[in-house]
């Protein structure tokens, strides 16, 4: 049982790298999202999915690009990291309006 | 915009007894479902209980309820017989019928005390 994984789950950029977080589910579902948390906050939506080949913005989408080529996976990018996209990101899938399941995280360190 | 506040940044209890996380919230829609989510220091989310709006009677996880006061907005979460494992942040989360975002609240930190 697979559920929502993450990939890398740590990793260290310097100001300016560029990485992409890959997310991948194995439960068929529709919609996917990427979350980031920082110390003191709740989870805040940076960008979403509601079908293969489609992508939305959420309350934080500066900084970050995403892509939805399959069904089951759903990449964040970073093309100029900053030190401010520290943080915890967080990837979650669901069906339509159903349970959202997250993966485990992957911490960002920009230097 | 909806906003989900939860008061109490950190929370003890001592194990075996019960407490209670608040959360209140803020919203014009009569259709919406309302969550807490567990997150232990392994970091991973994992859900402990949902609440629909239009459901009267208040949701019921085994040693987790919920007392959902429509009127008054809050959405509070009692842990019953509490257990060590129990120990994590606790978020607060609000989705608006048809919408597939979640908005959370800040997060409370629960202690439990052998």
């Known amino acids: 049982n697979a559920g929502v994984t993450q990939t890398p789950k740590f990793r260290v950029l310097k100001t300016g790298q560029s990485m992409t977080l890959l997310c991948a589910q194995d439960?068929?579902?529709?919609?996917m999202y990427w979350y980031r948390q920082d110390p003191g906050m709740g989870l805040r939506l940076i960008h979403y999915?509601?079908?293969?080949?489609?992508?939305a913005k959420g309350e934080v989408p500066d900084g970050y690009n995403v892509s939805r080529l399959k069904k089951q996976n759903f990449l964040l990018g970073l093309e100029s990291a900053a030190p401010s996209q520290t943080s915890v990101y967080f990837c979650?899938?669901?069906?339509?309006?159903?349970?959202?399941?997250f993966g485990a995280g992957t911490r960002l360190s920009v230097l | 915009a909806q906003t989900v506040t939860q008061s109490q940044p950190e929370m003890s209890v001592q194990e075996a007894e019960t407490v209670t996380l608040s959360c209140t919230y803020d919203t014009s829609e009569s259709d919406y479902y309302l969550f807490w989510y567990k997150q232990p220091p392994s970091r991973q989310m994992i859900l402990v209980i949902r609440?629909?709006?239009?459901?009267?009677q208040n949701a019921t996880e085994n040693r987790f309820s919920v007392n959902f006061q429509k009127a008054a907005k809050s959405f509070s979460l009692k842990i019953s017989d509490s257990q060590l494992g129990d120990a994590a942040m606790y978020f607060c989360?609000?989705?608006?019928?048809?919408?597939?975002?979640?908005?959370f609240g800040k997060g409370t930190k629960l202690t439990v005390n052998p």
């Open positions: 979650a899938s669901s069906r339509p309006t159903g349970i959202q399941y």
């Open positions: 609440q629909e709006a239009y459901k009267q």
């Open positions: 439960m068929n579902h529709e919609y």
């Open positions: 999915s509601v079908g293969e080949g489609t992508t």
């Open positions: 989360a609000y989705r608006q019928g048809g919408s597939e975002k979640l908005v």
